[in-house]
Nanobody, 126 residues
Framework: QVQLVESGGGLVQAGGSLRLSCAAS????????MGWFRQAPGKEREFVVA????????RYADSVKGRFTISRSNAETTVYLQMNSLRPMDTAVYFC???????????????????WGQGTQVTFCS
């Protein structure tokens, strides 16, 4: 069993930045790959980024490539999502999740993940 708690969401203006955190507890953090997803109002939850167990291999969705950066600290059992150059389309609830398959290229759907956090809201304001 793994518990995930996201934090760091909030209001952001055009071009602004936020750093999301996802603190994990339970099973050894370094045993699994991690991902971030987001769900905008009225839309399905979509893949944002995934990172391998050792933090070396990463896969970004095209929509965030070059603007978002994922990192993880196995010592702190936390994964981070640095979001820069934010846009209105980035408004969503952001979720972190655990995948047992250690292949960021292969874990891009909701069904690839076994544990989920409750999410943190990111809202764009003009």
């Amino acid at each position: 069993q793994v518990q995930l708690v996201e934090s760091g969401g909030g209001l952001v203006q055009a071009g602004g930045s936020l750093r999301l955190s996802c603190a994990a507890s339970g099973r050894a953090f370094s045993d699994y790959a991690m991902g971030w997803f987001r769900q905008a109002p009225g839309k399905e939850r979509e893949f944002v980024v995934a990172v391998s167990r050792n933090g070396v291999r990463i896969r970004y969705a095209d929509s965030v490539k070059g603007r978002f950066t994922i990192s993880r600290s196995n010592a702190e059992t936390t994964v981070y999502l640095q979001m820069n150059s934010l846009r209105p389309m980035d408004t969503a609830v952001y979720f972190c999740a655990v995948a047992y398959e250690d292949n960021p290229d292969g874990v891009k759907t909701n069904d690839d993940y076994v544990y989920w956090g409750q999410g943190t809201q990111v809202t764009f304001c003009s």
